[in-house]
């Protein structure tokens, strides 16, 4: 799993590096030659593009290091957390949803990963399988029972 994540946010840096050292300066030159800088939709487009790259390769960065920093040794093998993999009953929906709890910037629902971050993620975070929470989310109060749980440790075979 982390391996995963780290080959991900290694790719991501990859394709930004590539397009702040090659692509953007390519297109902010030929802009400048389009003439009057101030006017110039173009060259404003790539200086707010090359300062969008620079800040998400430092947020990438920053996040590698987090990941580096993670001892899934000391990581509770009985409760949710990072990486785990979760499947909730919606008690007021009666439906269950399946996911995986991953870092704040990497949410993707449809890949079935909801964001430690988010409501959910955090109102999850400590639960064991079998427990119910209650969680507030902006349409109002939800509660969910943990049916089942996977944690990092168990995925990775540190654990039962």
């Known amino acids: 799993m982390l391996d995963k994540i780290r080959e991900r946010i290694e790719?991501?840096?990859?394709?930004?590096?590539?397009?702040?050292n090659v692509?953007?300066?390519?297109?902010?030159?030929?802009?400048v030659e389009l003439g009057d800088l101030r006017e110039n939709a173009e060259y404003k487009s790539a200086l707010e593009r090359q300062q969008f790259?620079?800040?998400?390769i430092?947020?990438?960065g920053q996040r590698m290091s987090e990941l580096s920093k993670i001892d899934l040794k000391a990581m509770p093998v009985d409760r949710v957390g990072f990486g785990s993999r979760v499947t909730i009953h919606d008690r007021s929906t009666d439906m269950e949803l399946e996911f995986t709890l991953v870092a704040g910037d990497f949410m993707d629902l449809d890949g079935g990963q909801v964001s430690m971050a988010s409501?959910?993620?955090?109102?999850?975070?400590?639960?064991?399988?079998?427990?119910?929470?209650?969680?507030?989310?902006?349409?109002?109060?939800?509660?969910?029972?943990?049916?089942?749980l996977v944690t990092l440790p168990q995925q990775v075979g540190l654990a039962g």
């Open 119 to 148: 409501p959910i993620g955090q109102g999850l975070t400590g639960a064991r399988e079998g427990e119910e929470v209650s969680i507030q989310l902006p349409i109002g109060e939800r509660t969910y029972l943990v049916k089942k």
């Open 53 to 56: 790259v620079q800040a998400r």
């Open 11 to 20: 790719g991501e840096i990859e394709k930004l590096t590539y397009e702040l």
């Open 23 to 31: 692509e953007l300066p390519d297109r902010i030159s030929k802009a």
């Open 58 to 60: 430092s947020q990438l």
